[in-house]
């Protein structure tokens, strides 16, 4: 987008979560079959219940509500994960990627070449938080990238600001590894090096005028991104990074109060992983972070929703952010 000397609008969506036909016919009880103490399935009946989403397959009603919506925007950004990914394989699984073509089907066809999307967790797939069933799949990449065309990285110019997304899984690889398959893991790491370059080369490529707001699922990826001499050096013209993930600023608030504690590692592969993340979160805040809630929010909360950016092409003032709820 060129330069026009009036604001350009920006739609952010995140975590929309959509399931298809066959995802579907597999029950919202799917997350709980993988579950064989029945402690931990009540306790997860539970939790997902009264907090975090009763009903995950009525979320595609809220994309559909969404897309009636006339929001008059330049662009759109998906911030990542189009699935339900019920089988926790990501878009290896044939029902998981349907339900994200269908996804990305929509938001193309609505958009078209002005959406953009981001990559997230799910499109890989990732371990369950009580079963220990799924995680990242090679093919899930391919899925995503080749057959529905995605990209890792992508850069786009509104004016003097620079549009960057980024593959947080790929970026935190090292702190995802004991999801990978052992004979997956030397083209995960391949993956990996060939998407720094990419980044690297993006962040080198900056004017100094220009500013960046930066898109990235998971904030897990940051403190990695933080290591980088070519991101580092060009902090101070982040503006903002837009991360997903967390579903509710609620979860973003509690990062911040447990930001830094020590690692977890006697209690399982998750808390070790959920702690790690925390101890490292102290880096997440030099990039400025803006959670975008996922679009259906959490139950407990009912805080779904969306973000409209509004950028000065001539960067004479920061992006004003304003979020619009859609409440289930």
């Not at 990209?151 to 790929?170: I, N, P, Q, T």
């Not at 990419?198 to 005028?209: H, K, N, Q, T, W």
Request: net charge positive; with cysteine; aromatic share 10%.
């Amino acid at each position: 987008m060129e330069d026009r000397g009036t604001d350009a609008t920006v739609a952010i969506i995140s975590d929309i979560h959509y399931a298809g036909l066959e995802e579907r016919a597999r029950g919202e009880d799917y997350e709980f079959q993988a579950i064989a103490n029945p402690f931990l399935r009540r306790l997860a009946r539970a939790y997902r219940h009264n907090v975090w989403m009763r009903h995950p397959f009525s979320q595609a009603k809220q994309l559909e509500r969404f897309l009636a919506r006339d929001i008059g925007a330049d662009l759109l950004i998906a911030n990542g994960d189009y699935s339900c990914d019920t089988a926790f394989l990501g878009l290896s699984d044939p029902a998981a990627f349907q339900s994200a073509s269908e996804c990305v089907h929509l938001l193309r066809a609505r958009f078209g070449e002005r959406v953009l999307f981001t990559l997230g967790d799910h499109e890989f797939g990732k371990l369950t938080l009580f079963g220990g069933k799924g995680g990242m799949r090679l093919a899930g990449w391919h899925r995503a990238t080749v057959d529905l065309g995605l990209k890792a990285f992508w850069k786009r110019s509104v004016g003097r600001y620079a549009l960057m997304g980024v593959a947080s899984s790929l970026i935190a690889l090292p702190a995802q590894e004991a999801d990978v398959l052992p004979e997956e893991l030397p083209e995960w790491r391949r993956l990996r090096e060939a998407h720094l370059a990419e980044i690297r080369a993006g962040f080198d490529s900056l004017r100094p005028e220009e500013r960046v707001l930066l898109f990235c699922h998971d904030p897990t990826a940051l403190p990695f991104l933080a290591r980088e001499e070519s991101v580092r050096r060009r902090l101070p013209q982040i503006e903002q990074t837009i991360i997903g993930h967390l579903h509710t600023r609620l979860i973003l608030w509690k990062s911040r109060v447990l930001s830094g504690i020590p690692a977890i590692r006697f209690l399982g592969r998750n808390v070790s992983r959920f702690s790690s993340a925390l101890h490292a979160a102290r880096h997440w805040w030099p990039f400025r972070v803006r959670l975008c809630p996922a679009l259906s929010g959490i139950e407990l909360l009912n805080d779904g929703g969306y973000y409209t950016a509004h950028i000065d092409p001539a960067a004479a003032r920061p992006a004003r952010f304003a979020f619009h709820p859609l409440p289930r």
